[in-house]
């Protein structure tokens, strides 16, 4: 995957493929610095149709006053206010919901994210046919205990779900609409939208980034974040690999441990059969118990596969459609109109 070092020039996006960029940004207690990233966002895009979509995440300082102050002011700007503090996953989905334009762009508000960066992500994304392009803050002006953990994580995300950018976590990122329209995030899962695009069939990139000291403020998040991160990746590669076919997880398990029991069970039977006792061996209970284990896991996936069908016509469709030629109704929705 090609990198470019960041460009100190601006270019121009081409009219041809691009309406204009929805800038998400969400927000929480940022008062020393939204004033200052808005000003960088407006001036970086003032060559480009743009909106700015700014989520207040529930901040308690001043700076959903200041933000209503911008919107009072700037046509541009669209404000969404949450109650309290909901997490950057539902700002970052309530900011996904109210985009209008074909391309789309996310970034922090703390001063740390370039906003310069983002046409050039746009021209890697249009130039190279991809659905979002993460930026990777490849010299990452963080203290070095941040910088530390977030390798690692970056490192095992890479690995697990197979997608090979080397920045999750990354808040600049540029995306084409049905990107957005079709990832759902809850919880935690800002973290891993570029996992959650590929699992969806997208092409994802990344390019080099430039990343700049925090502009005020202080960082919201901690060493726990890391923790919480674990349990979302597990959840992800779970939901992207297994979520319409868990019995192939759970299956899979239960026949290994069901196995391991039987040959286990079949050396004591050998045992036994030439007169040697095998009631009072530890080895007897380690291999009953990997057979029920085993067949507690397949019963498991039965179960979990019975659901996955059931929930199947009222969910969302397992796939995500590039392109329809002729788009004719099928014998079944036919049979379903009638109806």
């Given at each position: 995957?090609?990198?470019?070092?960041p460009?100190?020039?601006?270019?121009?996006?081409?009219?041809?493929?691009?309406?204009?960029?929805?800038?998400v940004?969400?927000v929480?207690?940022?008062?020393?610095?939204?004033?200052?990233?808005?000003?960088?966002?407006?001036?970086?895009?003032?060559?480009?149709?743009?909106?700015?979509?700014?989520?207040d995440?529930?901040s308690?300082?001043?700076?959903?006053?200041?933000?209503?102050?911008?919107?009072?002011?700037?046509?541009?700007?669209?404000?969404?206010?949450?109650r309290?503090?909901?997490?950057?996953?539902?700002?970052?989905?309530a900011?996904f919901?109210?985009?209008r334009?074909?391309?789309?762009?996310?970034?922090?508000?703390?001063?740390?994210?370039?906003p310069?960066?983002?046409?050039?992500?746009?021209?890697?994304?249009f130039?190279?046919?991809?659905?979002?392009?993460?930026?990777?803050?490849?010299?990452?002006?963080?203290?070095?205990?941040?910088?530390?953990p977030s390798?690692?994580?970056?490192k095992?995300?890479?690995i697990?779900?197979?997608?090979?950018?080397?920045?999750?976590n990354?808040?600049?990122?540029?995306y084409?609409?049905?990107?957005v329209?079709?990832?759902?995030?809850?919880?935690?899962?800002h973290?891993?939208?570029?996992?959650?695009?590929?699992?969806?069939?997208?092409?994802?990139?990344?390019?080099?980034?430039?990343?700049?000291?925090?502009?005020?403020?202080?960082?919201?998040?901690?060493?726990?974040?890391?923790?919480?991160?674990?349990f979302d990746?597990?959840?992800?590669?779970?939901?992207?690999?297994?979520?319409?076919?868990?019995?192939?997880?759970?299956?899979?398990?239960?026949m290994?441990?069901?196995?391991?029991?039987?040959?286990?069970?079949?050396?004591?039977?050998?045992?036994?059969?030439?007169?040697?006792?095998?009631?009072?061996r530890?080895?007897?209970?380690?291999?009953?118990?990997?057979?029920?284990?085993?067949?507690?896991?397949?019963?498991?996936?039965?179960i979990?596969?019975?659901?996955?069908?059931?929930?199947?016509?009222?969910?969302?469709?397992?796939?995500?459609?590039?392109?329809?030629?002729?788009?004719?109704s099928?014998?079944?929705e036919?049979?379903?109109?009638?109806r």
């Amino acid at each position: 995957m090609r990198q470019d070092a960041p460009e100190t020039q601006t270019p121009v996006l081409s009219r041809d493929v691009f309406d204009g960029v929805s800038v998400v940004v969400p927000v929480f207690n940022e008062q020393d610095c939204i004033a200052r990233t808005h000003a960088e966002i407006r001036e970086a895009l003032q060559d480009v149709p743009h909106e700015v979509i700014y989520v207040d995440d529930g901040s308690t300082d001043a700076t959903g006053a200041t933000l209503e102050e911008i919107s009072a002011r700037d046509p541009a700007v669209r404000l969404v206010r949450f109650r309290r503090n909901f997490g950057k996953s539902a700002a970052l989905a309530a900011g996904f919901e109210r985009v209008r334009y074909g391309a789309v762009a996310t970034m922090d508000a703390d001063l740390q994210d370039d906003p310069r960066e983002i046409t050039r992500l746009l021209n890697r994304m249009f130039e190279e046919d991809l659905d979002l392009v993460s930026g990777w803050k490849k010299h990452r002006k963080d203290p070095l205990e941040k910088r530390l953990p977030s390798k690692l994580f970056n490192k095992t995300t890479q690995i697990l779900t197979g997608v090979e950018i080397h920045d999750f976590n990354c808040g600049l990122k540029v995306y084409r609409q049905e990107v957005v329209r079709e990832v759902t995030l809850y919880g935690e899962l800002h973290r891993y939208i570029p996992a959650l695009a590929h699992y969806r069939g997208f092409r994802v990139g990344e390019a080099i980034v430039n990343h700049r000291p925090r502009g005020g403020g202080s960082s919201k998040f901690g060493l726990e974040r890391y923790v919480r991160g674990m349990f979302d990746l597990i959840s992800i590669v779970f939901i992207g690999l297994y979520q319409r076919r868990p019995l192939h997880l759970f299956g899979g398990i239960g026949m290994a441990f069901s196995t391991l029991g039987f040959v286990i069970c079949a050396y004591l039977s050998v045992l036994w059969f030439t007169g040697q006792g095998i009631g009072d061996r530890p080895l007897l209970i380690l291999g009953v118990l990997l057979i029920i284990v085993g067949v507690q896991s397949v019963s498991l996936g039965l179960i979990a596969e019975l659901i996955t069908r059931t929930s199947y016509a009222t969910s969302d469709p397992p796939y995500s459609i590039l392109r329809e030629s002729r788009p004719e109704s099928s014998p079944m929705e036919e049979d379903r109109s009638q109806r």
